[in-house]
Each structure stands twice: as structure tokens, then as C-alpha cells.
């Protein structure tokens, strides 16, 4: 998070589930914390919330949030939003939210790209995958991002916590979701041998 940006204080997923339960969108957990549920633990702590929505449903996603403070975060900068389409050219690919203005941002919407059908990686949109297989559900339903492609998400500048969850989770990883994050890395990328000694 940008310090100078102000300061987080983020929705739990219980308060998530809460906020979003009757939202009209498809929505998921997102960042780290959709690999804690995943693993079903939490490894590390988390400064932030992230919950995935489509760019196709931002209008509704701001309907939704009516009576919230909307921002969209891109470059390190803050702009008010009102609900236009988020343009993917000018790496609007994030609205922070919180309850009224001056308060602790309480949510990072991440913005993904897809179809009616299909999940979209926005950086290579020939990686894609229904989104019943994108987005999974815990026992309870919470809805989160598959770990292959969160982990496909965080591979791209690697930071020390990006580090510290692929070697958490490639570790527990099935077969099946080594292979498909293996053949969407690049063949030099660090990760391939932690993909390789990963469960089978």
C-alpha cells in the first residue's frame, strides 16, 4: 500500500461476505487472502482486502457501493469515481473503498478481465479459463480466485510476501494447478522449481 495514500483499515471476510452476500455481480476474494482460504490457514498477515470484480460489472459494483467513498487508484494517484468504465490503457485496475471520506480505506477492488464466460488474464488474454474454474468456493461459499492464477498475479514483480506465499502454497498445490501456473510462467521464472518439486 502507498503510505501517502492514507491509512487501511481492512474489511475481514466476514464483513465481505456481509457487504457483497446480495451484491448482483460476480465477485471474489482476491490477494493473499484468497490463498489462506484456500489452504484453509493464514501464514502471514495481511495489510489490505482485496475482492475481485469483472470490468464489465464496475457500473454495478458502484451501485452497489452507493454511499461509500470510491476512488480509483492508478500511477499512485487517487481520483473520485463515479461509476464511468474503468479504462484497462490507463491501468485503472483498482478502486480503493471506504465509508466516508477521511476514513481508513476498508477495501481494494481489483478489477479482472472476461467474458459472459470466461476469466481473462489481462496481461496475455490467451490465458483463460471458465470461471468455474477461476473462481472456487470454500466449504462455507466464500468465493476466491484459483491459487494458480492469484499466484500467476503476484509472479509478475515478485515481493518479499509474493515470495514468501508461492513457497507456502506451490508446496500444497495439486497437480493439475502446478501444471497450468508451470506452463503460464515464463520457462526462466524462479517459480518453475518450486513448481516442480510441488505436490503431485
Known amino acids: 500500500m502507498v503510505a501517502d495514500l492514507g491509512r487501511w483499515e481492512p474489511l475481514s471476510v466476514v464483513d465481505v461476505v456481509d457487504l457483497l452476500a446480495d451484491a448482483p455481480f460476480r465477485w471474489w476474494i482476491s490477494g493473499g487472502r484468497a490463498l489462506a482460504l484456500h489452504l484453509g490457514?493464514?501464514?502471514?498477515?495481511?495489510?489490505?482486502?482485496?475482492?475481485?470484480?469483472?470490468?464489465?460489472?464496475?457500473?454495478?459494483?458502484?451501485?452497489?457501493?452507493?454511499?461509500?467513498?470510491?476512488h480509483v487508484a492508478a500511477a499512485g494517484v487517487l481520483s473520485p469515481w463515479d461509476g464511468r468504465p474503468l479504462d484497462p490503457a490507463a491501468s485503472e485496475n483498482n478502486v480503493w473503498v471506504r465509508r466516508r471520506p477521511g476514513e481508513p480505506w476498508a477495501l481494494d477492488l481489483?478489477?479482472?478481465?472476461?467474458?459472459?464466460?470466461?476469466?481473462?488474464?489481462?496481461?496475455?488474454p490467451s490465458l483463460r479459463l471458465p470461471w468455474g474454474e477461476a473462481v472456487l468456493r470454500t466449504s462455507d461459499g466464500?468465493?476466491?480466485?484459483?491459487?494458480?492464477?492469484?499466484?500467476?498475479?503476484?509472479?509478475?514483480?515478485v515481493r518479499p510476501k509474493d515470495q514468501a506465499d508461492a513457497e507456502r502454497v506451490i508446496a500444497c498445490l495439486e497437480g493439475p494447478r502446478c501444471a497450468w501456473l508451470a506452463a503460464a510462467l515464463p520457462a526462466d521464472h524462479p517459480w518453475q522449481d518450486l513448481l516442480a518439486g510441488g505436490a503431485q
Do not use: C, F, M, N
Not at 498477515?45 to 475481485?52: A, I, L, M, N, R
Not at 469483472?54 to 461509500?68: E, K, N
Not at 481489483?110 to 496475455?124: A, H, P, S
Open 41 to 70: 490457514e493464514t501464514w502471514r498477515p495481511h495489510e489490505d482486502t482485496d475482492v475481485g470484480v469483472a470490468r464489465s460489472d464496475a457500473p454495478a459494483v458502484h451501485r452497489h457501493l452507493r454511499g461509500w467513498d470510491l
Open 142 to 157: 466464500v468465493p476466491y480466485l484459483a491459487p494458480e492464477l492469484q499466484l500467476l498475479y503476484k509472479s509478475r514483480a
Open 110 to 124: 481489483t478489477i479482472g478481465d472476461g467474458t459472459d464466460d470466461e476469466w481473462v488474464y489481462r496481461r496475455d
